[in-house]
T-cell receptor, first 119, second 115 residues
Framework: ETGVTQTPRHLVMGMTNKKSLKCEQH?????MYWYKQSAKKPLELMFV???????ENNSVPSRFSPECPNSSHLFLHLHTLQPEDSALYLC??????????????????FGNGTRLTVT | QKEVEQNSGPLSVPEGAIASLNCTYS??????FFWYRQYSGKSPELIMS????GDKEDGRFTAQLNKASQYVSLLIRDSQPSDSATYLC???????????????FGKGTLLTVNP
């Protein structure tokens, strides 16, 4: 496989469920990201990991818990979500990470996303 | 003022025409600019990057950057129905020390190319 792979593609969960989203990148990149994409809103950065260390948490509620066991894998653990958390969750990676964003010419490569519906 | 602004559209053009997508940004120290294409139900895909003033051409795509006016545009020549997608503008800016960077996306412009 190549690129950035996300599973599952679709997820429906109740507000009391616990689930996890998985992301794997096969590009040899050092930085991985979780983004949330809601209708009619810009992409919202949630978390950034660089070399397995969390370097940014954009005031995300604690019901979202990221985990990065190695530079190729990233998880997003979900617990007691709200209906307003329903969105497309995108994982991305980049070759390098600098500061609070991405390096000068190291664009993001996105996975296909997980369409999450909270009922 | 929003950091990165795009007309949400939809922008409709006939097949074969030139589609012009515009993006303005508020931070003068922005330095890297990207255009992503996102098909419905799919993830964003990088199609162009531009870092200096002027035009950059790649096949049917041309990115234009004007830092003085703080806008970046994407032209698609000979538009095809397969170009119908949402186009996201993304901007990187660095702080004054150049040690921290921030990537900000616009909301995207929906382009429809009619056969």
């Amino acid at each position: 496989e190549t690129g950035v792979t996300q599973t599952p593609r679709h997820l429906v969960m109740g507000m009391t469920n616990k689930k996890s989203l998985k992301c794997e990148q096969h590009l040899g990149h050092n930085a991985m990201y979780w983004y949330k994409q809601s209708a009619k809103k810009p992409l919202e950065l949630m978390f950034v990991y660089s070399l397995e260390e969390r370097v940014e948490n954009n005031s995300v509620p604690s019901r979202f818990s990221p985990e990065c066991p190695n530079s190729s894998h990233l998880f997003l653990h979900l617990h007691t979500l709200q209906p307003e958390d329903s969105a497309l969750y995108l994982c991305a990676s980049s070759q390098e990470f600098a500061g609070t964003g991405v390096s000068y010419n190291s664009p993001l490569h996105f996975g296909n996303g997980t369409r999450l519906t909270v009922t | 003022q929003k950091e990165v602004e795009q007309n949400s559209g939809p922008l409709s053009v006939p097949e074969g025409a030139i589609a012009s997508l515009n993006c303005t940004y508020s931070d003068r120290v922005s330095q890297s600019f990207f255009w992503y294409r996102q098909y419905s139900g799919k993830s964003p895909e990088l199609i162009m990057s531009i870092y200096s003033n002027g035009d950059k051409e790649d096949g049917r795509f041309t990115a234009q950057l004007n830092k003085a006016s703080q806008y970046v545009s994407l032209l698609i020549r000979d538009s095809q129905p397969s170009d119908s997608a949402t186009y996201l503008c993304a901007v990187i800016r660095a702080n004054s020390g150049g040690s921290n960077y921030k990537l900000t996306f616009g909301k995207g412009t929906l382009l429809t190319v009619n056969p």
